[in-house]
Structure formats: structure tokens, C-alpha cells
């Protein structure tokens, strides 16, 4: 699909789907714009402005046939194919990481991970094996993988995200709280749970 | 100080006061909006009007004063006073969470933790005492704690969520997928990591 959206509905579609799961699994066969924001709490004006990019996925008076808008997001989100994502860094954050079932909402699994503590590496941890990171370039190869978690110490993140581009890393997950420097043809989400706690801070005081 | 500015500046807030942290421990005693640009990766308009909201915090031509732009934004972050937050849920995740380092970056600290499980409640891990959910009215109360972290299964968030409203809680980070539906004055920042994790594919892919 080539369809251009703005930055703000991306971020909502993988809620849409997951959504829409949830009603198809109560057995709900259509929904319209208001419910879908009671649920989600976006407002219902811009659920509507969403969709539109797609198209008339709905009817006026009708609302939405969840079955079919469900099939629509699960092809437009790539949810037939499971998408092996690669986790760097076996840390506290690391190990709740391999413990998070990203499967259960979404078609995701951390199918390898990376540390350089020789006590948890050539191990299984959670189900996934740990490699040393001298075996990251291959296993990425091997494996296809163009997505990765990182969740290494602050210290060596930049050198860690540059491995990570070398070895074929098109997308970063970012837990540490480094501002990545990275060519732009790298797509970077940061996860940065002191900021997302000041700022809610921020919006309670003022 | 009372300025109404757009949310998307107040997120940024932070970043700005944790890379300006950064400037002052290296001797830096001025910067421009283009140096901040490249170590933050906002461009250097956005950071110019964010900036402009507080009136003339810089001059042209000179850039900012770094110690005085640290202290504005530490004042408006209230970074002088330490935020005691509660953490509700000690499972992976919220276990992590008890080991992450708030304190590094912003003066915000886990100083209390709650879950259900007998066998981890009445100690303490890594220096954080953890209650039974019995005594979370009480500590919440006792502590004067306003802001809370949500990191228990699913099925017992909204219900949770309910708990914490009524024992004072008006900021909630919640680590769980559900959706949570509390009354407006309570401030929300989900951190929903398989759907940033989902969005991250969905803009690889497109």
C-alpha cells in the first residue's frame, strides 16, 4: 500500500488493530466512530480523519464492519508474518524485555539477543538464545532481522546502535537514554522512561 | 510560572534539560539553537519556538547562556524538589523499573512498590521497600505521592487504575496495554511498547 500518512496516524493504527482483535474476538460485527473512541479515547473526529486516508472503509449511518476493517489493518500492519526483531543488551531492562509478550498483541518476537557477560551468553534465557556480541553481524544476517531493541548501558550505546547499522539494523527501539546519531535511512523510536515521567510531572503541576 | 504551551514542547522540556545537564558538566558556557539541534535531533526552529514561549531566554547571534538556561529549566521542572513516585506491580517489567536509574537524568525516584505476591511483599529489593496492595491507600497517603507507576498484568489494570484515583493518584506511566478510563483530571502516558515497537516496522516498511 502507498498511501502517504502523517507521523500521528502510523502511531494509532497498531491501537486500531488491536482494538478491532478485541471486538472481533467479543464477537462484535460493527462498530462505529464513537465506540471505537469511547475505547481508545481518541477523539472520534479524528479516528474518522484517519481512516479517510485508506479510503471508505465505513458508511455513513452504518459505521464500520469490524471483520473487514480488521482483515484491512492486519494486511496494512504486515500481521500474517511474524517479525523477528533482535534485542541488545541483557540487563535489568533486558531481561523484562525477553519476558514481554509483544506476541500477544502483536505478530512481533525477539528471536535472538546480545550481551558481553560471559555468565548469561551461549545460553537460553526465557526461551531465547543469548549470543556473544561478536556473533551479532552474523546472527542479523543469518536470521534477516532489520529491527532491533537496545537496551545496553548509556556508555556504549552510539557504538552499539553504529554495529548495529553496520550489521544491517534498519530500525532501533531505543531504551537507553542516548540520542542516537545515525544516517537518517535509520528509523529511531526512543524509549525514554525518565523523559515520559517528567513530562507527565510537567502536565500535573502546570 | 504559568505559560500555556503546546504538548508537544512540554515533552520536549526534558531533553532540553538533560542535554543542557550535560553542556554545563562540560565546561560549555553558551550554545545555539543549531548545536542543540545536532545533539538533540529536533530541528532548530522547533527549539527556537518552544524556547520563544518563555519570552527572550537567548540573543541573537549569541545563542544561550547555558547556566542560565539550566537554571530556568530546572526551576520549571521543579528539578530542586526529588518526586517520589509509586510503583504498583513487581513483576519483570516492574522490576526493571525498581532497578532503572530515574534519578540519574531527573530527580524522580521509586519510593515505594506494591504487588500481590506474598512471597517478594514485606522486603525490600534493591532498596525499595515493596507493600502489600493493602497498604497502598495508606503509603500513598503517608508519602503524599501523586504519581504512580502501572506495571500489573492486564486483566487487573482498569481496576487498579480505580485504587490508585482513589487514594490520591493523579498521574499514572502505564506499562500495560489496557487502555485505561479514569476520570479527566487524571494525566495518562501510556508506554505501550509492542504498538511502538509495531509503529517503529509499520514507518520501515512504508
Redesign the interface.
Known amino acids: 500500500?502507498d498511501v502517504k500518512i502523517p507521523k500521528a496516524t502510523?502511531?494509532r493504527?497498531?491501537?486500531y488493530?488491536?482494538c478491532l482483535v478485541g471486538l472481533q474476538s467479543e464477537g462484535v460485527e460493527r462498530v462505529s466512530s464513537t465506540e471505537l473512541s469511547q475505547?481508545?479515547?481518541i477523539d472520534s473526529a479524528s479516528i474518522r480523519r484517519d481512516f479517510s486516508y485508506f479510503g471508505a472503509l465505513g458508511k455513513r449511518g452504518y459505521g464500520y464492519d469490524v471483520p473487514k476493517l480488521l482483515s484491512f489493518f492486519k494486511q496494512?500492519?504486515?500481521q500474517d508474518q511474524l517479525?523477528n526483531?533482535a534485542l541488545v543488551g541483557v540487563g535489568?531492562?533486558g531481561?523484562?524485555?525477553l519476558?514481554?509478550n509483544?506476541k500477544?498483541?502483536?505478530n512481533?518476537r525477539i528471536s535472538c539477543a546480545f550481551d558481553v557477560d560471559e555468565t548469561i551468553t551461549n545460553r537460553i534465557v526465557s526461551g531465547i538464545p543469548i549470543y556473544e556480541i561478536g556473533d551479532l553481524e552474523k546472527q542479523i544476517q543469518d536470521q534477516e532481522i532489520?529491527?532491533a531493541?537496545l537496551a545496553v548501558p548509556a556508555a556504549v550505546a552510539q557504538k552499539t546502535a553504529e554495529k548495529l547499522y553496520e550489521a544491517g539494523i534498519?530500525?532501533?527501539?531505543n531504551f537507553t537514554?542516548t540520542?542516537l546519531?545515525l544516517p537518517a535511512e535509520v528509523?529511531l523510536?526512543n524509549?525514554?522512561?525518565?523523559?515520559?515521567?517528567?513530562?507527565?510531572?510537567?502536565?500535573?503541576?502546570?
Open positions: 500500500m502510523a502511531r493504527l497498531p491501537l488493530y488491536r475505547a481508545l479515547q496494512l500492519l504486515n517479525e526483531v535489568n531492562m531481561r523484562a524485555l519476558n514481554y509483544f500477544r498483541t502483536n512481533i532489520s529491527i531493541i534498519r530500525g532501533i527501539m537514554p540520542r546519531q528509523k523510536q524509549v525514554d522512561l525518565a523523559t515520559e515521567l517528567q513530562t507527565l510531572i510537567y502536565f500535573l503541576n502546570n
